[in-house]
């Protein structure tokens, strides 16, 4: 099994691009499903889920060739009629995206409780809801959902929680269904946004994506056509990592082909606490200030602060001065990181499931430690190219689910860090 070693304390400098965005890669991808003819989607990032998404939708029918430096052509012109690969579903959340596209197209839907991250719960019974809602009979076995309906139906649905793989399969799901959809109380995350912009400049009819109403004019099951290319919108949470990395140690980082927009309010929590930050359309520029003070700090559904910011967020707040409060209100599981960075030498202490308190600043020693899931992942790798002597980072499949090839762009900022 591949490892990261890191030597730490070293200054990072120089540029760092940002790669299309993970999550809205993987549902673009499953955004194939919905056409007669194929599609292309660019920019993709080359990582393991988007791998395993590829493998999901092959066993499925869908034909897949690659397109160009960072594409993919995807034809779902005929389906298989096989089902989903369980070991791969299991270890994919955004499997689940999947369901919508085919119980729509296929009238039956066949798969087993999504894995991905342990970072809570993660349950399904909004997406099921939401089926319910379309009209179709859901039965659930010990290992497997199945979902069927003979046609979808439009419905008025409201999300009783905020859910963003909820809102995308719902989203498409209903472009195939029969009349209009309401979608109410719907995920407002960037990454719906550029899906719906696809989607409709290839014959779909959603309003109002991006905002809490989405409206949908279904096709009563007449296929989208293909021909369209999908571009992948920058990673916000590949350039807040980056952000947060320059603020703990940059002497000058440069991040391009980023959307500053997109990282609103991690840019005021950082500037906040006292780090400078320039921007221009597409970049950032961050340099590690004098002075870096503790700040509390809040997960919210976008446009809040990312939940998927919050690891790492905690490791730069261990640096700071003062006490920060880190309240992970997205996910009830996602505070599992801090003791591994307590034994490197953070004073860490936890309040409740959801709330953590950071004393700072303390130097950090480098450890042995285990990558739990992609973003605690990423946080150990700037907790350790913060700390002082050498660390290593096992299990680092976790990482190399959500960031490509980390060690060779880190190592371009100077970092000592190798894969072995
Ligand atoms: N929830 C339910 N029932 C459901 C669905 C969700 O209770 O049926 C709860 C979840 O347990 C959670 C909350 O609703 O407490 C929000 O979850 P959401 O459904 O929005 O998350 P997700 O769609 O499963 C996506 C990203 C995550 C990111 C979250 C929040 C993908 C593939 N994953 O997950 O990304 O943290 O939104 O922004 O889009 C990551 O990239 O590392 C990652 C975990």
Same mark, same amino acid.
């Given at each position: 099994m591949a490892e990261f070693i890191i030597k730490g304390g070293k200054k990072l400098k120089g540029e760092i691009e940002v790669h299309g965005a993970k999550n809205a890669a993987l549902k673009a991808l499953a955004s194939s499903l919905l056409f007669s003819g194929p599609i292309t989607v660019k920019? $993709?990032?080359?990582i393991e889920d988007v791998f395993r998404m590829k493998e999901l939708l092959e066993e499925l029918g869908v034909k897949v060739s690659k397109a160009g430096e960072r594409g993919l052509k995807l034809d779902? =012109? =005929? $389906? +298989? &009629?096989a089902g989903f690969r369980k070991e791969i579903a299991k270890s $994919? @959340? %955004? +499997? /689940?995206? $999947?369901t919508g596209p085919l119980l729509a197209r296929e009238k039956k839907v066949i798969f087993p409780h999504p894995g991905g991250d /342990?970072? &809570? =719960? @993660? !349950?399904i019974d909004i997406f099921l809801e939401g089926f319910r809602a379309f009209g179709a009979k859901i039965r659930t076995s010990r290992d497997n959902y199945e979902a069927s309906a003979e046609k979808l139906k439009g419905a008025d649905f409201t999300f009783k929680m905020i859910s963003v793989s909820a809102t995308e399969t719902l989203m498409m799901a209903a472009v195939l269904a029969k009349g209009r959809t309401i979608l109410r109380n719907a995920a407002l995350e960037p990454e719906i946004e550029s899906l719906a912009n696809f989607l409709n400049k290839n014959g779909a009819r959603i309003r *109002? %994506? &991006?905002?809490?109403t989405v409206e949908i004019a279904g096709q009563n099951s007449r296929l989208l056509r293909g021909g369209g290319t999908f571009e992948i919108i920058p990673d916000r949470i590949d350039a807040g990592s980056f952000l947060i990395l320059g603020a703990a140690l940059g002497a000058r980082i440069k991040i391009k082909k980023c959307n500053p927009l997109h990282l609103a309010a991690l840019i005021f929590l950082l500037e906040s606490a006292g780090v400078k930050i320039k921007s221009g359309p597409d970049w950032l520029l961050v340099s590690r200030p004098r002075k870096l003070t503790s700040l509390d700090a809040k997960t919210r559904e976008y !446009? *809040?602060?990312?939940t998927d910011l919050q690891a790492p967020f905690t490791v730069l707040m261990t640096q700071a001065r003062g006490q920060a409060m880190i309240f992970e209100t997205v996910f009830e599981g996602r505070l599992n990181y801090i003791e591994e960075l307590n034994r490197m030498g953070a004073k860490i202490t936890p309040c409740d499931p959801h709330r953590i308190l950071v004393h700072g600043p303390t130097p950090l020693r480098g450890r042995d430690i285990e990558a739990p899931d992609i973003r605690a992942g990423l946080a150990f790798i700037i907790a350790a190219l913060v700390a002082k002597g050498e660390s290593r980072i096992k299990n680092i499949y976790q990482i190399d689910r959500g960031y490509e090839r980390i060690e060779e762009r880190l190592q371009k900022l100077g970092a000592d860090i190798e894969r072995v």
């Open positions: 920019n $993709l990032p080359w779902a =012109k =005929k $389906l +298989s &009629g $994919l @959340r %955004a +499997s /689940v995206v $999947l /342990v970072i &809570g =719960k @993660r !349950p *109002g %994506a &991006g905002t809490p !446009p *809040g602060f990312a």
